[in-house]
């Protein structure tokens, strides 16, 4: 079973580069890139865990669902998202934070269709469930590579661009 989530190690340690110019130009272009897709990445997050806003009037009214129904199941979505954010923590720090984000990112999308295309309270809760879940693995490695690559002078700056997404 360990194999199975080998992936997500952290990735090896690359050689050092001793040339001081291309360890300059190197750093400019990975903090860019990371941080766009920091942000781009957790952008999408947010379209899979606001999905349900738009879709409860219609859920209310092609399906029968009533707001008490509905309240429950984003209930369902904000407890797992918590107690995953804890636990995601944890092992996202352990991680590969590439990887762990882009995992979370395509299951979240996963269940997203899943319950787009399920019928029953029941399934509506699993998916729903499930996608709070996998919502938790977004923010914890965004946190580990903002602090990891921009220095403490840099991080509230950074942070604030983050906060947009």
Same mark, same amino acid.
């Given at each position: 079973?360990?194999?199975?989530?080998?992936?997500?190690?952290?990735?090896?340690?690359?050689?050092?580069?001793?040339?001081?110019?291309?360890?300059?130009?190197?750093?400019?272009?990975?903090?860019?890139?990371?941080?766009?897709?920091?942000?781009?990445?957790?952008?999408?997050?947010?379209?899979? @865990?606001?999905?349900?806003?738009?879709? &409860?009037? #219609?859920?209310?009214?092609?399906? $029968? %669902?009533?707001?008490?129904?509905? !309240?429950?199941?984003?209930?369902?979505?904000?407890?797992?998202?918590?107690?995953?954010?804890?636990?995601?923590?944890?092992?996202?720090? @352990?991680?590969?934070?590439?990887?762990? &984000?882009? #995992?979370?990112?395509?299951?979240? $999308? %996963?269940?997203?269709?899943?319950? !787009?295309?399920?019928?029953?309270?029941?399934?509506?809760?699993?998916?729903?469930?499930?996608?709070?879940?996998?919502?938790?693995?977004?923010?914890?490695?965004?946190?580990?590579?903002?602090?990891?690559?921009?220095?403490?002078?840099?991080?509230?700056?950074?942070?604030?661009?983050?906060?947009?997404?």
């Amino acid at each position: 079973m360990k194999r199975l989530f080998n992936f997500l190690n952290p990735a090896p340690h690359l050689p050092e580069i001793k040339d001081v110019d291309e360890v300059k130009k190197r750093y400019k272009y990975w903090r860019l890139r990371i941080f766009l897709g920091m942000h781009i990445g957790y952008a999408f997050f947010y379209f899979t @865990r606001k999905s349900f806003t738009f879709a &409860m009037p #219609v859920m209310m009214t092609a399906l $029968g %669902f009533t707001k008490t129904d509905l !309240g429950i199941l984003g209930s369902v979505l904000y407890m797992s998202y918590g107690l995953s954010k804890f636990v995601s923590g944890v092992v996202a720090d @352990r991680s590969n934070p590439r990887y762990f &984000m882009g #995992v979370g990112l395509i299951l979240t $999308g %996963f269940f997203n269709i899943f319950f !787009g295309l399920s019928s029953s309270i029941f399934l509506f809760a699993i998916f729903w469930l499930l996608n709070g879940w996998f919502q938790g693995w977004g923010w914890p490695p965004c946190a580990r590579l903002l602090t990891h690559w921009y220095s403490q002078k840099e991080r509230g700056t950074w942070w604030g661009f983050w906060n947009t997404s």
